[in-house]
Structures are given as C-alpha cells and as structure tokens.
C-alpha cells in the first residue's frame, strides 16, 4: 500500500492500486463524490506514482517537477473559474499530442463538469481514440452534469463523504489539542468531508465564521416573529461570505433537522413540507448560481421563500 497521506476511502485507493501492480491502467479515470473529500489530492498521488520512474521516491526530478506543478508531460486543469473553455481544451490535446520524455502523457483535470458543452465534446473526441501511453484523469463533485458519453468512456471510481463518527475518530489523535466539543462541531459543520473538517482545524477564523453562520441559521429556523426574522435575514445578507459555502451549510443543517424529526416522529406535517421546500428552493438556488445569477439576488429570493 502506499502512503496516500489520506482520511479514509481504503476501497477506493485499493481499486486504483489493483490497476497500477496488475499494470491495468485505463486510458481515463473519472473520480466522483461530493467535493472536499480528497478526490483531486489521491488524483494527484496517482499522477505522481505513474510518472515517477522509481515508483514515487518523492526523490528524483519527476517527482519534485510534478510537486512544482512543471511537470512537462503532466497536464494540470485546475482552475477556479465558472468554466473549462474549449479554448483550453483544443490547447491541451495538442499538448497531449507532443513528444514525450516520461512514461506517460497525463491529463488532469478538475471539476470537469465545469466543461462546457463544446469543451465537453472536445475532449469526447479524445477520449474515444486516446494516444498512446496517454491517461486522462478528472474529478467532478457532480456526476449528474457529465455526459452519458464521457462516462462510459472513463473507468469510474466512486468516492463518498464520511459519517460524522468515523471522521471524528480519525481526526482525533492527529489534532490531539483540539477539545471534543470542537471536534464535535469540525465534523458537523464539514458534513463528512476531510477536507473541509482540516481546514477548519487549521484556520480558527474560518471556523468562527462557519459557526456563526449555523447559529444564525439554526436562530431563522425557529419559530419567531417575521421582524426578528428580517433581521437574521439582514444579517446573512450583508455578511459577504461564500455564497456556496453558505448554501451547503444551510442545505446541512435543513437536512439533519428534517431527518431528526422523521425518525423521532416530532415533525408536523407543516414543518416537514415547509423543510422538502426549502430544500428544493437551496437545490434551484444552487443551479441558479451555477448560471451565474447575482449571487445576492439570488439568496434574498431564497430567504424570503423560507420565511
Ligand atoms: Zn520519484
């Protein structure tokens, strides 16, 4: 086994493991699973261990170009724009098609379903016939935006979020310091994702603003009269946080508290259609974001409806 230096997902990195002693490796590989869960840091790994002449030393100037990101025959799309263009897409397969002094091309690409329609078929095209000694991996926190047709080109490994204990029991003896209660709240409020959860071990100003955030929102999800409610929505609105962030975490919250209730048979039926709407209007949210509607608009409308 190698050290992938990662939380979990032992089914998974077994899978990909498999393919690289059995010398099976597939022409692409698409990683799937909620975002912040370590899917592009194993993809990385993985680009490391094929390139790597000695089986990734962590040693020799393969390893250290690709640590550097200068890797000449490894490909990195990882961009935080809204989308991949097909600019970029046309730039990096003839890219691909230049000589190589590795063993191998590699395309990787994150968040492909940032692709756009023409993009997407660009890369379809080389997909269907791949150079040789040529490997294509992506990620995408959204399986649902990719197309049938990609998918079932790509060897498809799929990744999933922790539950709250087994990330708790993980995290514990490598954040020995943190107290439990923080700990407890880490893991909730990073909703089973490694990644998220370290971040916010690492960074106490993120983690006060993420727990500000769940306050004020577990506050508007109460019973109280609409002026204290205007002014919670005040609150979140002119607080310029992350727009997404806050979406997940809302969604989050909705979500445990309409569980909580099913299986403790305490919700009205009132407050279970009023909690399947709100998470419908934070799913339409999400999408409208996606298409690049005002992001304030956007959550005011959102707000309102779930007054
Ligand atoms: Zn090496």
Known sequence: ????????????????????????????????????????????????????????????????????????????????????????????????????????????????????????????KILEEPPADTIIIMTTGNVREILPTIISRVRLIKFNAYSQNFLKEKLKPLYPDTDDQTMEQVCSLSMGKSGKAIKLLKDSNLLASYRTMYNILCEFLKDKPLHTKFKLVEEIIADDRDTKEFLEVFTHLVRSKLHKGLNTQSLTNNKKDYYLNLLSSLERTRVLLKHNINARLALESLILKAL
Request: proline share 3%.
């Open 1 to 124: 086994m190698y050290n992938w230096k990662i939380i979990g997902h032992k089914k998974q990195l077994e899978l990909i493991e498999n393919d690289i002693k059995s010398g099976s490796i597939a022409h692409a590989y698409l990683f799937t699973g909620p975002s912040g869960i370590g899917k592009f840091s194993i993809a990385k790994m993985f680009v490391n261990i094929l390139q790597c002449p000695n089986n990734l030393c962590n040693k020799c100037s393969t390893c250290k170009q690709l640590q550097a990101g200068s890797h000449p025959d490894t490909i990195v799309i990882k961009n935080n724009k809204a989308s991949i263009k097909i600019e970029q897409i046309r730039d990096v397969i003839s890219r691909l098609q230049m000589t190589k002094q590795a063993r191998y091309k590699i395309l990787l690409i994150k968040s492909i379903e940032k692709l756009t329609p023409e993009a997407a078929n660009s890369l379809l």
